[in-house]
T-cell receptor, first 108, second 113 residues
Framework: DGGITQSPKYLFRKEGQNVTLSCEQN?????MYWYRQDPGQGLRLIYY???????QKGDIAEGYSVSREKKESFPLTVTSAQKNPTAFYLC???????FGPGTRLTVL | RKEVEQDPGPFNVPEGATVAFNCTYS??????FFWYRQDCRKEPKLLMS???SGNEDGRFTAQLNRASQYISLLIRDSKLSDSATYLC??????????????FGKGTRLSVIA
């Protein structure tokens, strides 16, 4: 996976619970991103961070939160405010080159 | 107008056929262009970057027309293993790697024996 770790690969949660998705990289990249993919759709940008302690909202940030306390880590929290959280979540650390395996979140 | 638009597909072609995918983008300031391949329930994988001069990698040829804001991907001699969804991707920033990508919805290709 080229130094990107997203865990777990599959995640199940009950409706109304917050859940945090992990994204770790050991590639020393400044920028990290979170995208979401729904069936039959392209990837849509949730949040991104170009430097530690700073992040920007993407196109669909509502119902999500992030933190960037360390260069290596960019966790995404899916809150209960997110209306349709079931999706495939991807976190490439350095755009364009490669993606990690992603996390499939299913909210029951 | 959507930022990146692709042929909706699906494309069902016989083995050995040549197939072309088209893509248009809305932001004329876009800097970098890519084609990704995505297999079912897998993450996207970079297939090739697209340059103004055009570029070729084996059976795959990518072209960029900046004046028309148009990108294409040609696959020659299709193989069964080419069956996947092909995503057109644009980086609208100037510093590749530090600005977000914009994805098309993808075109599904099925190569049939």
């Amino acid at each position: 996976d080229g130094g990107i770790t997203q865990s777990p690969k599959y995640l199940f949660r009950k409706e109304g619970q917050n859940v945090t998705l992990s994204c770790e990289q050991n590639l020393n990249h400044d920028a990290m991103y979170w995208y979401r993919q729904d069936p039959g759709q392209g990837l849509r940008l949730i949040y991104y961070s170009q430097i530690v302690n700073d992040f920007q909202k993407g196109d669909i940030a509502e119902g999500y939160s992030v933190s960037r306390e360390k260069k290596e880590s960019f966790p995404l929290t899916v809150t209960s405010a997110q209306k349709n959280p079931t999706a495939f979540y991807l976190c490439p650390p350095h755009n364009e080159q490669f993606f990690g395996p992603g996390t499939r979140l299913t909210v029951l | 107008r959507k930022e990146v638009e692709q042929d909706p597909g699906p494309f069902n072609v016989p083995e050995g056929a040549t197939v072309a995918f088209n893509c248009t983008y809305s932001n004329s300031a876009s800097q970098s262009f890519f084609w990704y391949r995505q297999d079912c329930r897998k993450e996207p994988k970079l297939l090739m970057s697209v340059y103004s001069s055009g570029n070729e990698d084996g059976r795959f040829t990518a072209q960029l027309n900046r004046a028309s804001q148009y990108i294409s991907l040609l696959i020659r001699d299709s193989k069964l293993s080419d069956s996947a969804t092909y995503l057109c991707v644009v980086n609208m920033g100037g510093n590749s790697g530090n600005t977000p990508l914009v994805f098309g919805k993808g075109t599904r290709l099925s190569v049939i024996a």
